[in-house]
């Protein structure tokens, strides 16, 4: 599953519109809004293309994860696999996406949003021929890179082709159906993985990526940002890649090759002390990725802290979600796809509601009661058998966790860009955004490994100090392999048979409950951080003074550089974990 659509705008929209706001009030109406706007028809046709250049990437986030248990049993993969196909991705995203928006800015936005789409659908085409893991995984790195040359781009297309208030109707536009993609994209990718196969939701990515480069070179004019910082940073993205992707690696692994193997131990430490160093190194540069100064303000500061806790939980949570209902409980991709459909159905539904409310009477307490709710829902997940029933068990839980994710999207992106100046909220947009997807790499990467842990005791506990034939013995080994997934028994007696499946299946649900209760957990941290941090701005005006207020917000940025604000990359949270951004509709 990927992050919510409505958690905010993917796009780095250059300096003269930072980032297009849109205020928490504003809901948009995918039914009427290309038709109410005083536009060109050149204008309506780029504003499509952007709209199905998005969608591409964010019903490929979706339905990813959908489909972790089909490619499992095509490509014989376990856990660390499956968290590898996603992670891949993610990593290469998270790297690149603060630089992809400054291609444009530098290059042409058309230009570099038609490489993106271009390579997006290479790399798809190479990720439905993979003939093994290791091919499909080098696949997935690949497209995250295309993934952070094509997202950036998208709102900032929109943002150089209208002004005034046909801007921010043409971005209610595109935010309405980017929405729409995350409702369909589950139960679609379900529907077509049980039709033809796994592969079929990387083959359906290549006609909407045809008709998207048709458009764009028909319709979609070229623009640049004159002013904008002509370089790339690339020690800082080498730093921030290595940071990010020492951790990663030594945690995926850790469950097959232990703690004392140097194999975890050493990228884990050197990932560690990258990323350390890439934090000096963006304190220093005169032109950085992440710009530290921003984090001085506090609302900005606080929210980043609630973004790094909630979207843990979300996006590590309803990635195991997805595995325990296809694997354990034996639904089909379809039914596990719709089964999590209900959260992007009341995002979409009460996520601008919630907004007016942020901004009627400030986000603190939609920000510290919104990640509590959904952390109790995930709790909630506790219930959740090894049948897991559907309208008993698990729609609760998903109702509850929809509504209160829904208080939380809106009026923390709003957060995030009122807590800054003008000119900068492309940057913050875009740090907050890259938080939240680093949340979800690092939960996706700790939850498994602890997962792993916890099943493989849990299945020694259960078998008991009977003994095991030898047969019984491998196919214990084989199942330590594969947590959150059912034993294979072929060539066991019935006795031992049942015995292992039961066991195996016992010890899956017990591991699950463990990572969906820390997950839960992370998501109500999130908002208590909120609830002691955040500051309305009538309380944050009344301690401080209307001059004192000013005086503290500029403060804060003053020794920002002026840069394209596109290289910030995303403009909050974009949905699609990949994962619960979707995924709730998941990257």
């Not at 706007?37 to 019903?59: D, K, Y």
């Not at 992707?245 to 097959?256: A, H, M, N, S, Y």
Request: with cysteine; proline share 6%.
């Amino acid at each position: 599953m990927s992050q919510p659509a409505g958690a905010g705008a993917p796009g780095g929209l250059g300096r003269e519109a930072s980032c297009v706001r849109v205020w928490p009030g504003a809901e948009p109406d995918p039914g009427r809004g290309l038709d109410s706007l005083p536009v060109s028809r050149q204008q309506r046709l780029t504003l499509i293309a952007t709209i199905l250049g998005s969608t591409v990437v964010f019903l490929d986030s979706t339905v990813v994860n959908v489909a972790l248990p089909s490619i499992s049993r095509g490509l014989g993969i376990g856990l660390a696999g499956q968290q590898w196909v996603v992670e891949a991705y993610m990593l290469a995203l998270v790297s690149l996406l603060l630089v992809g928006g400054s291609l444009g800015d530098q290059f042409g936005r058309r230009r570099v949003f038609t490489l993106g789409l271009i390579a997006f659908g290479l790399t798809s085409m190479l990720c439905a021929l993979a003939p093994s893991a290791g091919f499909l995984i080098g696949a997935r790195a690949l497209q995250g890179i295309a993934g952070a040359m094509l997202v950036p781009g998208s709102l900032a297309i929109v943002a150089a082709t209208f002004e005034g208030a046909s801007r921010g109707k043409a971005v209610g536009t595109w935010t309405a159906w980017t929405g729409i993609a995350t409702v369909i994209g589950p139960a679609g990718g379900g529907a077509l993985i049980g039709l033809a196969s796994w592969r079929a939701i990387f083959w359906v990515n290549i006609p909407l990526i045809a008709l998207t480069v048709g458009l764009t070179r028909r319709a979609v004019g070229e623009s640049r940002d004159p002013d904008a910082f002509h370089g790339i940073d690339w020690l800082g993205i080498a730093l921030s890649a290595a940071g990010f992707g020492g951790p990663v690696f030594g945690l995926i692994e850790q469950p097959t090759h232990g703690w004392s193997d140097p194999l975890v131990w050493v990228p884990l430490l050197a990932g560690i002390a990258c990323f350390g160093l890439f934090v000096g190194h963006e304190a220093r540069a005169r032109q950085p990725m992440l710009d530290l100064a921003l984090f001085k303000i506090r609302n900005f500061a606080v929210a980043n802290l609630t973004t790094l806790a909630a979207y843990a939980g979300l996006i590590g949570g309803l990635f195991f979600v997805g595995l325990f209902l296809q694997q354990i409980a034996g639904y089909t991709p379809l039914e596990a796809g719709l089964a999590t459909t209900p959260i992007s159905v009341i995002l979409f539904l009460l996520s601008p509601r919630w907004g007016r409310l942020a901004s009627a009477r400030g986000p603190r307490l939609p920000m510290s009661a919104g990640p509590i709710v959904a952390g109790l829902g995930l709790l909630l997940m506790l219930r959740v058998g090894e049948q897991a029933p559907y309208a008993t068990e698990v729609l609760p839980a998903i109702l509850l966790f929809g509504l209160g994710l829904s208080a939380t999207v809106a009026p923390l992106t709003a957060t995030v860009l009122d807590s800054v100046a003008e000119r900068h909220v492309g940057v913050a947009s875009g740090a907050n955004n890259g938080i939240s997807r680093v949340a979800g790499l690092l939960a996706i990467a700790v939850l498994g490994a602890l997962i792993s842990g916890h099943f493989g005791s849990a299945l020694d506990a259960n078998l008991g100090s009977r003994p095991l034939s030898p047969a019984a013995r491998q196919a214990v080994a084989e199942a330590k392999e594969q947590p959150l997934g059912r034993a294979r028994t072929r060539g066991l007696t019935p006795a031992e048979a049942a015995r292992l499946a039961s066991a195996a299946n016992g010890a899956s649900t017990s591991a699950f409950h463990l990572g969906i209760g820390i997950a839960g957990l992370l998501m109500i941290l999130g908002g208590i951080v909120a609830g002691w941090g955040i500051e309305d701005p009538r309380r944050a005006r009344s301690r401080l003074g209307p001059a004192g207020a000013e005086r503290q917000g500029r403060a804060a940025v003053a020794a920002l550089p002026t840069r394209g604000a596109a290289a910030a990359g995303e403009c909050g949270h974009g949905v699609g974990t990949e994962g619960a951004g979707s995924q709730p509709p998941n990257a």
